[in-house]
Nanobody
Framework: QVQLVESGGGLVQAGGSLRLSCAAS????????VGWFRQAPGKEREFVAA????????YYADSVKGRFTISRDTAKNTVYLQMNSLKPEDTAVYYC????????????WGQGTQVTVSS
């Protein structure tokens, strides 16, 4: 089983930046996708961004496009989420997750890291 650990969350003022990291203890195969999700208080979990482990193809939610960047380091088995121009509405617990590309549901989830953006 792949274990994922998020880090890098914290408190930041609006307009600031944070970089989240997702470290995987198990090997991520080339057919896997790694994504970032978030859940704000009183809201449903929503998709933020994803990256194919092979091919560098990326996907972004419209709400973060142009502000967030997802990337990977295969040597370190780590995925990053660079978050710029943060807004108060970005406040949420951020989770990373992975899944085989042929499945709809993400199978492996981290414990989450809190991101709080003050106005």
């Amino acid at each position: 089983q792949v274990q994922l650990v998020e880090s890098g969350g914290g408190l930041v003022q609006a307009g600031g930046s944070l970089r989240l990291s997702c470290a995987a203890s198990g090997r991520i195969f080339s057919t896997y996708v790694v994504g970032w999700f978030r859940q704000a208080p009183g809201k449903e979990r929503e998709f933020v961004a994803a990256i194919k482990w092979s091919g560098d193809t990326t996907y972004y939610a419209d709400s973060v496009k142009g502000r967030f960047t997802i990337s990977r380091d295969t040597a370190k088995n780590t995925v990053y989420l660079q978050m710029n121009s943060l807004k108060p509405e970005d406040t949420a617990v951020y989770y990373c997750a992975s899944k085989p590309m042929y499945e709809r549901e993400y199978d492996f989830w981290g414990q989450g890291t809190q991101v709080t953006v003050s106005s």
